[in-house]
């Protein structure tokens, strides 16, 4: 018959002695381990060698951990920086887009420069400035436009004599004086130049409107032909104007003409050419017809 499980350990030596001999280890390991605390506690150095040894023990698995942390953070940071990287892309997308916008823009403003440069081309033969002067002030009043200028007489400059900066037509010379001048500008109500549309030579005349912009009235009546962009330049009709010098743009259709903004503004002109007056001759040759019509002087 098997010996019941429930028997006392008194009924086996070998039991009673494992019993003793486990009280004695738990009791001399707790005294061990009480006197190791103790000496930890008063003297810390006192194992600094057993801790290097340990240290230096446990080296390779410490670098593996912690290659194994590092790997773990860079994945995080992998992750974080891709999510990151989305919005910072689109950011950038805007930009790029933006940016190719501008350069776009950029390139349409050259091209329109360069074909108004090409419509309103300077004749290769343009009279020789009589001097080169400055814009020194401008008249104040609301209704008359006036400039002077600072060179007169002494300088060959007359009256009548065309005023211009390399963009186009400033005014021409009222008064002159000995070192000064008085310049009509030709935003002045009073100033009236004849001029053609640049691209096929329909006759008007500019007009200041007083405000920095001139009234276009052509000569020829009927359907406005002019849209907004049209470039005018002096036609040379009747003298004084040398033809073919920029004047102005339009910017606005009325019902017998435009309303059209000066390329050179006086108020932004520092430094201007006065060019010698201009005198027809049986020479030059008279403005192309528009399209339909006769030609007019």
Request: aromatic share 6%; glycine share 12%; hydrophobic share 40%.
């Amino acid at each position: 018959m098997a010996p019941s499980p429930k028997r006392r350990p008194g009924y086996s030596r070998r039991a009673q002695y494992t019993t003793f001999f486990g009280y004695i280890a738990g009791v001399l390991g707790a005294l061990i381990g009480g006197v190791l605390l103790i000496v930890a506690i008063t003297n810390p150095a006192s194992f600094s060698g057993l801790r290097n040894l340990g240290r230096d023990a446990t080296s390779p698995l410490g670098g593996v951990a912690a290659r194994s942390r590092s790997g773990g953070y860079s994945l995080f940071e992998s992750i974080a920086g891709y999510f990151a990287a989305g919005s910072q892309n689109a950011s950038l997308k805007r930009q790029l887009a933006a940016s190719q916008a501008k350069q776009i823009e950029s390139q349409a403003l050259a091209e329109e420069n360069r074909r108004l440069k090409a419509l309103l081309g300077l004749n290769q033969t343009e009279p020789k400035p009589v001097v080169f002067a400055r814009l020194t002030g401008s008249s104040a009043s609301s209704s008359r436009r006036f400039a002077t200028l600072s060179a007169g007489s002494s300088s060959g400059v007359e009256i009548g004599m065309p005023v211009r900066t390399p963009l186009g037509l400033v005014g021409r010379v009222l008064e002159v004086g000995h070192v000064t001048s008085r310049v009509l500008l030709v935003t002045d109500s009073e100033s009236l130049v004849p001029v053609r549309r640049a691209s096929d030579s329909i006759p008007g005349f500019a007009q200041g409107r007083a405000d920095g912009t001139v009234q276009i009235k052509l000569i020829s009546l009927g359907v406005n032909p002019l849209k907004r962009g049209d470039a005018f330049v002096t036609s040379g009709t009747g003298g004084l104007y040398s033809p073919g010098t920029p004047i102005a743009v339009v910017e606005t259709l009325t019902r017998d003409g435009a309303i059209a903004r000066l390329l050179s503004n006086p108020a932004a002109s520092e430094f201007v050419a006065v060019e010698p007056i201009w005198t027809p001759s049986s020479t030059d040759l008279p403005a192309q017809p528009p399209s339909g019509g006769p030609a007019r002087q």
